[in-house]
T-cell receptor, first 114, second 111 residues
Framework: GENVEQHPSTLSVQEGDSAVIKCTYSDSASNYFPWYKQELGKGPQLIID?????GEKKDQRIAVTLNKTAKHFSLHITETQPEDSAVYFCANYFLSGSARQLTFGSGTQLTVLP | KAGVTQTPRYLIKTRGQQVTLSCSPISGHRSVSWYQQTPGQGLQFLFE???????NKGNFPGRFSGRQFSNSRSEMNVSTLELGDSALYLC??????????FGPGTRLLVL
């Protein structure tokens, strides 16, 4: 079945530094790639997404890049702050029968050290 | 707009019992998906409902079932609970196909 590999599983950075999380996927038909942030005791919150017709998208300190040829996409957080500490999940859509199914990576625990 | 709501937030059951969880999607959203989240398996897709019909199903046993009502609210049911069913159950809604917005989840503990 479809698999999304996410690395690293844990990431610690100093406040103000940048953080990068990478995901690879196998289904070349995937065309939608969201990133979610999950804080303790809460459900995942969509922070940014990208569709396959663009290579990069930015929203303030957060950016996502997509390389369809290599089948990988990355989340970039600049000027990290303590409130960025959370678990981050990448995801993509792949076809399951006649419907599309959202598949998640295993998550990255990001810790921003003050 | 109000977000996705899930009830109850916490639940304790014993093995062999059954449980029903409820999800109210964002107003106007017609698709509701359910996920199981555990430390060992991560986020796993259970099923998706759209306009009262199950549109997609993950790889879970038949003890897991769901339904959707005409107002798009959805319920999922787990029968004959097992210890391994302890998890955070998340519901997500979307307009049709695309961006999914998650609720806070229902934490189920099976003793």
């Amino acid at each position: 079945g479809e698999n999304v590999e996410q690395h690293p599983s844990t990431l610690s950075v100093q406040e103000g530094d940048s953080a990068v999380i990478k995901c690879t996927y196998s289904d070349s038909a995937s065309n939608y790639f969201p990133w979610y942030k999950q804080e303790l005791g809460k459900g995942p919150q969509l922070i940014i997404d990208i569709r396959s017709n663009v290579g990069e998208k930015k929203d303030q300190r957060i950016a996502v890049t997509l390389n369809k040829t290599a089948k990988h996409f990355s989340l970039h957080i600049t000027e990290t702050q303590p409130e960025d500490s959370a678990v981050y999940f990448c995801a993509n859509y792949f076809l399951s029968g006649s419907a599309r199914q959202l598949t998640f990576g295993s998550g990255t625990q990001l810790t921003v050290l003050p | 707009k109000a977000g996705v709501t899930q009830t109850p937030r916490y639940l304790i059951k014993t093995r062999g019992q059954q449980v029903t969880l409820s999800c109210s999607p964002i107003s106007g959203h017609r698709s509701v998906s359910w996920y199981q989240q555990t430390p060992g398996q991560g986020l796993q897709f259970l099923f998706e409902y759209f306009s009262e019909t199950q549109r997609n199903k993950g790889n879970f046993p038949g003890r897991f079932s769901g339904r959707q009502f005409s107002n798009s609210r959805s319920e999922m049911n787990v029968s004959t609970l097992e210890l391994g069913d302890s998890a955070l159950y998340l519901c997500a809604s979307s307009w049709e196909v695309g961006t999914q917005y998650f609720g806070p989840g229902t934490r189920l503990l099976v003793l």
